[in-house]
Every structure is written in structure tokens, then in C-alpha cells.
């Protein structure tokens, strides 16, 4: 693998020689690479900055990353001392000093040599079955691994993260990295932000919430899909027809039609019968 500068789709330019066994993307002008079977980083130069010793990487984040070793992940820190030990199944930074934690042997949930630990922002999936928590780099435990997660905000600006207890009929809420609630937990379903609105269900009614937790599209609709060019689009639980619903919770049009369609420029698209 080697690296190149893309503008849009086009390539321009290579600006690092394909040498490398295998390499991620670089995310905080770091990227990991693998060399002679071993990962390490290295700068926008090229230049080696943490020697390849690891069996698998992960993208920084908070100038934090995720390394696996024997089994075992850990998480180094820029200048790729060990700032928590290979110990847990995961462990993805959250925060410059919190990272949600999974006990146990890491397993791969990939093909042989696609291998790779995801970040945050990118996929939960390892931490659901409420056997996860929060860890301070400085201080150990923030909360039990008791706790089922779910991504909030997929930039890694905004630090909130959907929790729910392992208790069977627990409900979601908003945790911040302390282990405190910035929304009391009361949705059965949850979904990242789109557009600044992230869809949640309560009881078969669905809504949506800006980015910092309040109630902005009621919860009134028997469904939503997420926000797109303005629009999500809903759908009428007895009759089946769809509509468009604004960021502010207004169904576009004030009815239901016989198909809808999210478009581009805040421009939508219906079928009125079997005409669009």
C-alpha cells in the first residue's frame, strides 16, 4: 500500500511510495501502516513515528489510539507509550482521558487479514449486550462494563454517547464521560445524528433530538427514516403511504402520499396515483 492525494473521486498524486503491507487512513496527520507483519505510525512524511510492534492498530482519536497485542487491546498515546495495558476486547477512545471498554479476549468480527478496530465514531457494534464501560486513562473504572452503547455523534466533536442498562427493560439516555446522565435514559430506540437530528422511538412513537438531547421533532410518527437533504421520511402504519418530514417536525405538504422519495437541494419527490 502506499498513499495518495484525492480530490473528490480523481487521484492526483502519489505522495508516499507503495511499500507498505497494509495501512490505514491518516486521522490526526498519523496513520498506521504494517511492516514485516508488525503495525506502527507514521507522519504525512512518511517518517516512522512509533515503531511497528503491535499486532493491529487503530485510527487516532483524541490523540489517543486502540492497539492490539496477543490477544489483548490497549491504547497508546502520540508518542506510543502504553497509557492503558493490552487487557479488555476493546477499548476506543471517547475522550482525550475516557474510552468505552469491553473485558474479555478481542475478537476480530472481520475476514482473515481485513482485521481492524473501529473507532467510536464509526461503529458500536462490539459494545451492545450491555457488557461495556467507561475508563479513565487516568484512573481506571468510570463506570461498571455493564452498559449497552450506541454512537450519538459520528464527527467526534460532540461527546455524548447513547446508553442503556443491561437490564432487560432499560431505556436509552444520553451519558457523558463522567458516567452521568445529560438525558435521563427514556427511548426504547435510538440512532446517530443526521443533520443535526438524531431519530428516537418511544413506545412506537418516533421523533428526533438536536445535538444536545432536546425533543425537537415530537414524537408522533409510527416511524421515521433518518435526515437527508433536509428530509426524513415517515411512513403511516395503517395505510402504509409515506411523507417527508422537516428538521422541525412538520410533515411536508401536510399529508401522507402513495410514495415519497428524499431528493437533493430541499427538493422532495411523491407519487400521487402512480404519478410522481
Known amino acids: 500500500c502506499g498513499f495518495v492525494r484525492m480530490e473528490g473521486f480523481e487521484r492526483k498524486e502519489e505522495v508516499l511510495p507503495q511499500k507498505y503491507e497494509a495501512a490505514l487512513e491518516f486521522s490526526e496527520g498519523l496513520a498506521g501502516v504494517r511492516i514485516n507483519g508488525r503495525w506502527g505510525f507514521i507522519d504525512m512524511k512518511g517518517e516512522i513515528i512509533i515503531d511497528p510492534q503491535f499486532d ?17 487491546v490497549g491504547v497508546i498515546n502520540r508518542k506510543g507509550d502504553l497509557v492503558i495495558k493490552p487487557q479488555f476486547a476493546r477499548a476506543m477512545p471517547f475522550t482525550k482521558n475516557v474510552v468505552l471498554v469491553k473485558p474479555g479476549e478481542w475478537r476480530s468480527g472481520y475476514f482473515r487479514g481485513r482485521e481492524k478496530l473501529t473507532k467510536v465514531t464509526e461503529s458500536l457494534t462490539s459494545c451492545h449486550a450491555g457488557s461495556c464501560g467507561l475508563y479513565s486513562v487516568k484512573s481506571g473504572w468510570i463506570t461498571k462494563p455493564e452498559w449497552d452503547f450506541h454512537p450519538f455523534d459520528n464527527t467526534g466533536t460532540i461527546n455524548l454517547i447513547w446508553a442503556k442498562h443491561k437490564d432487560r427493560d432499560s431505556l436509552y439516555g444520553l451519558m457523558r464521560p463522567d458516567g452521568t446522565w445529560h438525558v435521563e435514559p427514556r427511548y426504547d430506540h435510538v440512532q446517530w445524528l443526521c443533520e443535526d437530528r438524531a431519530i428516537v422511538a418511544q413506545k412506537d412513537l418516533w421523533g428526533a433530538v438536536d445535538p444536545e438531547g432536546k425533543l425537537v421533532v415530537p414524537l408522533r410518527f409510527g416511524w421515521l427514516g433518518y435526515w437527508s437533504h433536509g428530509f426524513a421520511l415517515t411512513r403511516d402504519s395503517a395505510t402504509k403511504k409515506e411523507g417527508l418530514v422537516d428538521k422541525d417536525g412538520n410533515l411536508v405538504g401536510g399529508r401522507f402520499f402513495d410514495k415519497a422519495e428524499r431528493g437533493s437541494n430541499g427538493i422532495g419527490r411523491v ?3 402512480d404519478l410522481w
Open 56 to 72: 493491529l492498530v487503530g485510527s487516532f482519536m483524541y490523540d489517543l489510539a486502540e492497539v492490539l497485542v496477543d490477544g489483548k
Open 271 to 273: 407519487m400521487i396515483d
